[in-house]
């Protein structure tokens, strides 16, 4: 099946979801997992680059996840990183890329435009950018 996944996660209410079935595909092939939290912040004149996360927050999520997979028996790996708002979705793609996944999962907000309503506007980007399987999980 995908022996390698990488999970995106954020503070939204589908995470554990997202953690859930992640943690059910790793384990039909003894898969590794990396997760990803991107800290999103908006770039405002004359005070550089915002972000209302702490690093703190965004790293004890990450954390969390990874001992739930071990715990599970899934090699898992996780990584916080900052980038600007409007582009998670391509940070996403090139994880995906860069290790070799077979799969990417990930949750949806459900906020952003006319299709952002119904997947969420990084899940919409992610799944038009990607050239692997996308598993949304709402």
């Known amino acids: ?18 953690l859930a079935a992640a943690r059910e595909l790793a384990s039909l092939s003894k898969g590794e997992v990396w997760v990803l939290h991107l800290r999103e ?14 690093s703190d927050d965004a790293q004890a999520q990450v954390d969390a996840a990874v001992a739930e997979l ?3 028996g899934i090699k898992a790996y996780g ?11 391509r940070e996403i793609i090139d994880d995906a890329k860069g290790h070799d ?13 006319l299709a952002g309503l119904l997947l969420g ?11 692997r399987p996308v598993l949304v999980v709402r």
Do not use: C, Q, W
């Open 70 to 72: 071990t715990r599970a």
């Open 41 to 54: 912040g908006e770039v405002l004149p004359r005070a550089g680059v915002l972000i209302s996360e702490s």
């Open 1 to 18: 099946m995908y022996e390698r996944l990488l999970v995106a996660v954020d503070h939204s209410k589908t995470t554990e979801r997202v």
């Open 101 to 113: 996944v077979g799969a990417i999962v990930m949750g949806s907000k459900g906020k952003g435009d």
């Open 121 to 131: 506007s990084t899940a919409h980007k992610v799944i038009h950018l990607a050239d």
């Open 79 to 89: 990584e916080v990183r900052n980038t600007l708002s409007g582009h998670a979705a």
